[in-house]
């Protein structure tokens, strides 16, 4: 009898990716890289993976949210963002409810999403990423900067799609 070597969470991340990898034509020179991953973390049995993807929209990062069940890994739900777009933050529509963004502001320090403190990654350069898991939906989203101003922060930066439109 050969014994069955368990699918890690990281094996598994990879395979999909690759697979992801072959809907692209080579002149994309699509790539990813993984930047954190976390297991247990709303749950037993449950992981998230935060990722960059060069494809055809460019550089994003997205978060993924996934839970092992019967044995088996599955890929439930994802957010992505970019690094200099109006969206501020985005979450996931289902529990657990994954609160996340890009920061570009190096001034900020912490972000709470409701209650929950955020965790901030720092991804390269300057550019960092921040995510809170909650059982709350529709929450506030503020950001505390080292001089310790607090600033609650918009899913959408109003200024900045203005800006963007012109």
């Known amino acids: 009898m050969g014994c069955t070597k368990e699918h890690t969470f990281e094996d598994y ?3 999909e990716m690759e697979e992801n990898k ?5 002149e994309v020179n699509y790539s990813y ?14 992981a998230i993976a935060i990722f960059t993807e060069n494809n055809l929209q460019g550089e994003q990062i997205f978060i ?9 890994w599955n890929w439930k739900q994802t957010r992505g963002a ?18 996340s963004g890009a920061i570009r502001d190096d001034s900020i320090v912490e972000v709470y999403a409701g209650e929950e403190s955020a965790k901030i990654i720092d ?4 550019e960092r990423f921040w995510y809170a898991i909650s059982n709350v939906k529709n929450v506030e989203v503020k950001v505390i900067k080292d001089d310790g101003t607090q ?16």
């Open 13 to 15: 991340f990879h395979s």
């Open 22 to 26: 072959k809907e692209y034509d080579e």
């Open 33 to 46: 890289t993984l930047v954190h991953q976390e297991q247990n973390v709303a749950h037993e049995n449950d």
């Open 64 to 72: 993924a949210y996934f839970e092992k069940e019967k044995g088996n």
């Open 82 to 99: 970019e690094w200099d777009t109006p969206v501020q933050w985005s979450s996931m529509h289902e529990v657990p409810y994954i609160y």
């Open 123 to 126: 991804v390269e350069g300057e």
């Open 151 to 166: 600033e609650v922060i918009e899913e959408i930066d109003e200024q900045m799609l203005e800006d963007w439109e012109k």
